[in-house]
C-alpha cells in the first residue's frame, strides 16, 4: 500500500467584520457589504447595527439595535474567528458610534474603513448632527481610510458649501485627514464635470495626480465620475467614465467594503482603494440591463471581482 500524505491545510481566508445596518431589500447596507466582500476575495462577518424595511422604493421602517449588543456581536467575532479588517457603515444614534469606536480602538493591528453614513447623494440627511459629531470625535481618528460622498465631507467640515471640484474635493479630504486624524481620505465626487477627455486636464496644473480607472470607454458615456484620494503624501483624482443605469442603490457601501476586503488581503491603502474603485466600476458597467424593483434606484450585482 501507498501511503498518502495528507494535504496541508489550506490558508484560512482574510476576514473582514461588517458593522452596518440591514437593508432587507438587498441593495445597499449589510447585504451589499457581504456580496462586495464575497467578489473581492474575504471572508465576512457581521455585527448589525439596525434593522431596516426598504426596498427600491424607499424606507418604510427602522429598528435600532441596543450599543451593548452591537458590541456583544462584535465580540463573538473577535474572540473566535478573527478580524483582519472593519468596515463601518450606517451608524445612527450616538450611543451606537461610541460603543463601535470603543471596540474598534481595543482592536489592534486591524485595518478599520470608516464609510460615514450620514446623507445620500442627492442630499437627504440619514443621522442627527449628535451622531455625525460622535462620528468626528470618536470613529474618524481610528480611521485607515474614511469615505464620505462630497456632501457628507461638507457635513463632517461643519460647512455650507458642499465640494464641487476636483480641488474642492483635495481641500476637503485633507482637512477632514488633518483635522480628525485620519489617515487617508476618499471623498466620492460623484458627477462633477458633464464632459472630459484625457486631454482636458486643468488638475495637472495643480498639486494633483490624475488617475484614469483602466476601463473599456467605448462601453460608457463622456460623463465622468471624480473621486478624490488623499494620505497626506499625494492627492490623487480617480476619473472614470459615468455609467448611464439606475442601478446606483448600495455603491457607496459595495465600495468601502471592497476597500476593506483589499486593506484585509494587505494591499497598500491607495492600491486598495484603486482596485476597489474599479471593481465598482466593473459591476455597473455589467449590471447596466439588470432591472430590480420599480423604484427610480435599483441595486447591481456584485459577483464581477476585479
Known amino acids: 500500500d501507498v501511503l498518502r500524505m495528507a494535504s496541508p491545510p489550506a490558508p484560512p481566508p482574510r476576514r473582514v467584520l461588517l458593522v452596518s445596518g440591514s437593508d432587507s431589500g438587498g441593495g445597499a447596507g449589510l447585504q451589499a457589504d457581504i456580496k462586495s466582500c464575497e467578489a473581492n476575495g474575504v471572508y465576512s462577518m457581521n455585527a448589525i447595527t439596525a434593522l431596516t424595511a426598504q426596498n427600491t422604493q424607499g424606507v418604510t421602517g427602522v429598528v435600532g439595535i441596543e450599543p451593548a449588543f452591537v458590541v456583544q456581536q462584535m465580540d463573538a467575532v473577535f474572540d473566535d474567528i478573527g478580524v483582519d479588517a472593519i468596515k463601518t457603515g450606517m451608524l445612527a444614534s450616538v450611543a451606537v458610534v461610541e460603543a463601535v469606536a470603543e471596540r474598534v480602538g481595543r482592536a489592534s493591528g486591524v485595518a478599520v474603513v470608516v464609510d460615514p453614513v450620514a446623507v445620500t447623494a442627492c442630499g437627504v440627511r440619514l443621522v442627527d448632527l449628535d451622531a455625525v ?174
Request: with cysteine; glycine share 6%; charged share 30%.
Open 133 to 306: 459629531d460622535a462620528v468626528r470625535r470618536k470613529l474618524l481618528p481610528l480611521a485607515t481610510v474614511a469615505t464620505p460622498n462630497r456632501r457628507e465631507a461638507a457635513l463632517l467640515l461643519e460647512r455650507e458649501e458642499v465640494p464641487k471640484t476636483a480641488e474642492d474635493l483635495a481641500e476637503a479630504a485633507e482637512a477632514i485627514r488633518t483635522r480628525f486624524g485620519t489617515k487617508a481620505v476618499l471623498v466620492k465626487g460623484g458627477l462633477l464635470m458633464a464632459t472630459h477627455t484625457r486631454d482636458d486636464d486643468d488638475d495637472q496644473k495643480k498639486a494633483i495626480i490624475n488617475e484614469w480607472i483602466d476601463v473599456d470607454l467605448s462601453l460608457c458615456s463622456e460623463k465622468v465620475v471624480v473621486d478624490v484620494f488623499c494620505d497626506g503624501r499625494r492627492v490623487v483624482a480617480l476619473r472614470c467614465p459615468y455609467v448611464e443605469t439606475r442601478n446606483t442603490h448600495g455603491t457607496g457601501c459595495t465600495l468601502a467594503s471592497a476597500i476593506a476586503a483589499h486593506l484585509a488581503r494587505g494591499e497598500g491603502t491607495f492600491d486598495a482603494v484603486l482596485r476597489a474603485r474599479r471593481y465598482l466600476h466593473r459591476v455597473l458597467v455589467k449590471s447596466q440591463a439588470v432591472h430590480i424593483g420599480t423604484g427610480p434606484f435599483g441595486p447591481f450585482l456584485h459577483a464581477i471581482s476585479d
